[in-house]
Nanobody, 124 residues
Framework: QVQLVESGGGLVQAGGSLRLSCAAS????????MGWFRQAPGKEREFVAT????????DYADSVKGRFTISRDNAKNTVYLQMNSLKPEDTAVYYC?????????????????WGQGTQVTVSS
């Protein structure tokens, strides 16, 4: 079992930046590929970014490419999402997720563990 706790959400103006963190505990963090997903009110949860176990491979949703960066520190059992040039449409609850695999994945159903989420609100 892996426990995931997100932090770093908040209210920011359009064009601003936030860095989300996801701290993992329980099993060996470096055994898991990680992902970030988000869910806006009235919408389905959607893929944002993913990183493989070693941190050498990443993938992003088209809507965030060039603005968001996913990274991980296996020594600190933490995965990050740096969000720059934020837009009102980025407003959502952001979830961290882990999967028992080396490889990246954009598929929500391939993740085994989920955090509780952190709210990001971008004002115009």
């Amino acid at each position: 079992q892996v426990q995931l706790v997100e932090s770093g959400g908040g209210l920011v103006q359009a064009g601003g930046s936030l860095r989300l963190s996801c701290a993992a505990s329980g099993r060996t963090f470096s055994n898991y590929a990680m992902g970030w997903f988000r869910q806006a009110p009235g919408k389905e949860r959607e893929f944002v970014a993913t990183i493989n176990r070693s941190g050498t491979s990443t993938d992003y949703a088209d809507s965030v490419k060039g603005r968001f960066t996913i990274s991980r520190d296996n020594a600190k059992n933490t995965v990050y999402l740096q969000m720059n040039s934020l837009k009102p449409e980025d407003t959502a609850v952001y979830y961290c997720a882990g999967r028992s695999s080396y490889f990246v994945s954009s598929s929500l159903t391939e993740y085994d563990y989920w955090g509780q989420g952190t709210q990001v609100t971008v004002s115009s």
